[in-house]
């Protein structure tokens, strides 16, 4: 066999496996990226349940901006970024919320966090008032599942164009179960097309985010 041919199929070898880490990588997305749309599925459909909003609510205000959330599609986001802390950062993140040095029991430190976690669509959507923070409140949705593969917890933001933002947040639990919890989130200032600086901005003007990892999902 020729030398030129031994290139050729090392070359061909190279490019497939090449190919197959990729693929590799963004089958290992796709299941968290599909169970937050079913989180969000699950959110869209509560706020276009009139019955349920009736049981939940009579403010017409908050009625009214629950009728603008429902009536949006939000099957297809226009950017999602999956959002981490590294676990050795955690408990510096937990004394700069204290302003002063604590060290947590390990035992408890991943329900702690995933508290200050849930805290993060809350405080964002504070920023457009109380009843904004009451209405998403109703809209939150979760859901179990089993995925063995998530050790960290774990924030995906789906960014839209014609619709709300959501944030789900997926957190490992016992024997490979995986919890996900879903929110709207209210904001004028998180657009889709904001750059990964700038939504990292955002996230840790919120006080519960620092040296958070950032990572676009890129997803057909």
Known sequence: MSRKVIKKMLLVTSCIL????????????????????????????MAECKEYIGLMTSNSQMEDLIDKIGEKDYTKPNTVYQIT??????????????EEEIQLPEQ?????????????????????????IAVTA??????????????????YLYLYQDAYSAAVL??????????????????????????????????????YLFDCEIQKIEID
């Open 138 to 155: 109703m809209l939150m949705a979760d859901m179990d599942f089993l995925y063995k593969d998530l050790t960290e917890n774990t924030i």
């Open 85 to 98: 802390i590294p676990k050795e950062k955690i408990q510096s993140l937990l004394s700069l919320v204290n």
């Open 170 to 207: 997926f957190s490992p639990m016992d024997q490979g179960i995986v919890r996900a919890q879903g929110n709207f989130i209210v904001n004028d200032q998180l657009l889709w097309n904001l750059t990964e600086e700038e939504i990292i901005e955002m996230l840790e003007s919120t006080g």
């Open 108 to 132: 408890i430190l991943p329900d702690v966090y995933r508290r200050f976690l849930t805290a993060v669509p809350t405080s964002l959507n504070a920023m457009e008032g109380t009843e904004v």
């Open 18 to 45: 090449l190919l197959g880490c990729g693929i590799k990588k963004a089958d290992s997305e796709i299941p968290l990226y599909k169970k937050g749309l079913e989180v969000i599925e699950k959110m869209d459909l």
